[in-house]
């Protein structure tokens, strides 16, 4: 079975420009969780999508915004990229909906903002 | 709020060395613990959990108690390999929610043959 994917695995933008970063989950899970890893904050949960619909949301500016499909891949994106936007941002995937379900990551996007 | 401390890092062993890697946290409620452990590129993977008090959740000879006294979970291994070097993740969910999982902010372990 096949695991999460997430593409592209590096990406290296510039202040001001926006980008789109793609999450393929297992086959079968229809939850999608997003998040944001630094090494200050560490993992901080961005925004969750369930049957295309975003069911949480984490504590981060507009800028941030996702969807997902109707076979359950997710993008996000973020516009206006400032350089605190720089990290890997980290795809996981789950059954269904609620934490307590065990998410599966994806290897993650590095995104560097120069 | 709640939140999860771990021990800064990294953490230097040799390896066959005993491993601790401390976490607390703070939560109202009865939180359900996890740790998580990420390789070298790739995403994080469960490695063990505990869902109430004095459980203890155990994988791949790593063991953690759920101690509500100390409000501690800290990870253990009796002998550690090449293997295991990663950064290990603390994590919480609040008690009566499943919306919400808070991580540590980690501890890259590295193991030295």
């Known amino acids: 079975k096949a695991g999460v994917t997430q593409t592209p695995r590096y990406l290296i933008k510039t202040r001001g420009q926006q980008v789109t970063l793609s999450c393929s989950p297992i086959?079968?899970?229809?939850?999608v969780s997003w998040y944001q890893q630094t090494p200050g904050q560490g993992l901080q949960f961005l925004f969750e999508?369930?049957?295309?619909?975003?069911?949480n949301k984490g504590n981060f500016p507009g800028r941030f915004s996702g969807r997902q499909f109707s076979n359950s891949r997710s993008e996000m994106n973020v516009s206006t990229l400032e350089l605190g936007d720089s990290a890997l941002y980290l795809c996981?995937?789950?059954?269904?909906?609620?934490?307590?379900?065990?998410?599966?990551f994806g290897p993650g996007t590095r995104l560097t903002v120069l | 709020g709640d939140s999860v401390t771990q021990m800064e890092g990294p953490v230097t062993l040799s390896e066959e060395a005993f491993l601790t890697i401390n976490c607390t946290y703070t939560?109202?409620?009865?939180?359900?613990l996890f740790w998580y452990v990420q390789y070298p590129g790739e995403g994080l993977q469960l490695l063990l959990k505990?869902?109430?008090?004095?459980d203890k959740g155990s994988n791949k000879g790593f063991e953690a108690t759920y101690r509500k006294e100390t409000t501690s979970f800290h990870l253990e291994k009796g002998s550690v390999q090449v293997s295991d070097s990663a950064v290990y993740f603390c994590a919480l969910i609040p008690g009566g929610r499943d919306d919400k999982i808070i991580f540590g902010k980690g501890t890259r372990l590295h193991i030295l043959p």
């Open positions: 996981a995937s789950s059954l269904t909906s609620g934490v307590y379900n065990e998410q599966f």
């Open positions: 999508y369930f049957s295309e619909t975003q069911r």
């Open positions: 086959s079968g899970h229809r939850s």
């Open positions: 505990a869902t109430k008090a004095d």
């Open positions: 939560a109202t409620g009865y939180p359900s």
